[in-house]
T-cell receptor, first 113, second 115 residues
Framework: KNQVEQSPQSLIILEGKNCTLQ??????????LRWYKQDTGRGPVSLTI?????NTKSNGRYTATLDADTKQSSLHITASQLSDSASYIC????????????FGTGTRLKVLA | SAVISQKPSRDICQRGTSLTIQCQVD?????MFWYRQQPGQSLTLIAT?????????ESGFVIDKFPISRPNLTFSTLTVSNMSPEDSSIYLC????????????FGPGTRLTVL
């Protein structure tokens, strides 16, 4: 069964600190893996997208990594800000053209001043 | 990319009534989807909105409860019928842009509370 699992479920850090969120998946084959940020009460916004052949992708203070062999991805947030408080969702796409997207349950991040 | 707007952004409704949510995209898109996100949960796909034909529903969702229309390539509506408190959720419209089959964009969501 295609699954995407994220850890931790929730995380609290102090402003300025770094953190890493994990995503493990069983989807195979897959087209790409995306990380979204979802502010409370809003729709998800894409942070990074990686194909199976890419190992890392950065977007400002967000850096995503992908290990297709172990089927693991991580999202590293550097120098966290209060505005980083949100849910972060990992989404794995089935092969291109199938329009099948498997969502993780998300990690809820809280950044404290 | 695609800019997606949803109306209303939020609503509070009485049990037994219905609400229609609109989704408008600023460009022609290949696919349009409707998701539900219950409090503290991830997104659950309700259905794929098909242009000019009946939507394709996921297991657990039926047309009588969630009728969907998609009259053209840039617009769709989702109706939540005969609402109960269990329908309180965020409803999200999502699209895949033509030529970008692997990238999914989301609308801002409609926060529905049923009393």
């Amino acid at each position: 069964k295609n699954q995407v699992e994220q850890s931790p479920q929730s995380l609290i850090i102090l402003e300025g600190k770094n953190c890493t969120l994990q995503c493990n998946y069983t989807v195979s084959p897959f087209s790409n893996l995306r990380w979204y940020k979802q502010d409370t009460g809003r729709g998800p916004v894409s942070l990074t997208i990686m194909t199976f052949s890419e190992n890392t992708k950065s977007n400002g203070r967000y850096t995503a990594t992908l290990d297709a062999d172990t089927k693991q991805s991580s999202l590293h947030i550097t120098a966290s800000q209060l505005s980083d408080s949100a849910s972060y969702i990992c989404v794995v796409s089935a092969p291109s053209g199938t329009y099948k997207y498997i969502f993780g349950t998300g990690t809820r991040l809280k950044v404290l001043a | 990319s695609a800019v997606i707007s949803q109306k209303p952004s939020r609503d509070i409704c009485q049990r037994g009534t219905s609400l229609t949510i609109q989704c408008q995209v600023d460009s022609q898109v290949t696919m349009m989807f409707w998701y539900r996100q219950q409090p503290g949960q991830s997104l659950t796909l309700i259905a794929t909105a098909n242009q000019g034909s009946e939507a394709t529903y996921e297991s657990g969702f039926v047309i009588d409860k969630f009728p969907i229309s998609r009259p053209n390539l840039t617009f769709s509506t989702l109706t939540v019928s005969n609402m109960s408190p269990e329908d309180s959720s965020i409803y999200l419209c999502s699209v895949v842009v033509q030529g970008r089959a692997d990238t999914q964009y989301f609308g801002p969501g409609t926060r529905l509370t049923v009393l």
